[in-house]
T-cell receptor, first 112, second 117 residues
């Protein structure tokens, strides 16, 4: 069963547009991670959030974790074709990190 | 370039074959993971090794046999696989090992694309 839901499932945007991907957990998170995956390749770590209300940025990507630590958003500003891929949130539901699951994924296409 | 190296990149095998997938990292990480990923699905956790000991087995069939010979290496031995086992197999490692430690992000290899004939 999927306890970590992402929305939208897929997204097609024009280059230069902003976009947001959401990740919602059915329970409180110990840690929330964002990864990017190109088709058939490994996952690239983007950011980790642990504290309620935390916000991190890297280049044009910003991720936030809400105060209750049950929802996170990933925002891309002025999207580029290089941002295309599958974005996955991953969650730790225990302090040991041995309860790690991925969200359902969001496929992003950026049209030049 | 990834710091977690997986070999081979592609593997085609028959249902009666025995083969192994290999994963190597030299970041000093003490937790290592195997994931299975089917097309258009997120990775699913299979096994977790912490300090070279198996700590998690997510109800994986016995035709998959993990092995962690040392802190840098992780193998996945395959025997009598089924066509539905065809998938991308991903290895990951993380610095975290002890219970109660603050969680740390996992670093992934590029995966092995496995096809069962």
């Amino acid at each position: 069963s999927q306890e970590l839901e992402q929305s939208p499932q897929s997204l097609i945007v024009q280059e230069g547009k902003n976009l947001t991907i959401n990740c919602t957990s059915s329970k409180t998170l110990y840690g929330l991670y964002w990864y990017k995956q190109k088709y058939g390749e490994g996952l690239i770590f983007l950011m980790m959030l642990q504290k309620g209300g935390e916000e991190k940025s890297h280049e044009k990507i910003t991720a936030k974790l809400d105060e209750k630590k049950q929802q996170s958003s990933l925002h891309i500003t002025a999207s580029q074709p290089s941002h295309a891929g599958i974005y996955l949130c991953g969650a730790d539901w225990g302090p040991t990190g041995n309860q790690f699951y991925f969200g359902t994924g969001t496929s992003l296409t950026v049209i030049p | 370039d990834t710091e977690v190296t997986q070999t081979p990149k592609h593997l085609v095998m028959g249902m009666t074959n025995k083969k192994s997938l290999k994963c190597e990292q030299h970041m000093g990480h003490r937790a290592m993971y195997w994931y299975k990923q089917k097309a258009k699905k997120p990775p699913e956790l299979m096994f977790v090794y912490s300090y070279e000991k198996l700590s998690i087995n997510e109800s994986v069939p016995s035709r998959f046999s993990p092995e962690c010979p040392n802190s840098s290496l992780l193998n996945l031995h395959l025997h009598a696989l089924q066509p539905e086992d065809s998938a991308l197999y991903l290895c990951a490692s993380s610095p975290k090992g002890d219970p109660g430690q603050v969680t740390q992000p996992q670093h992934f290899g590029d995966g092995t694309r496995l096809s069962i004939l």
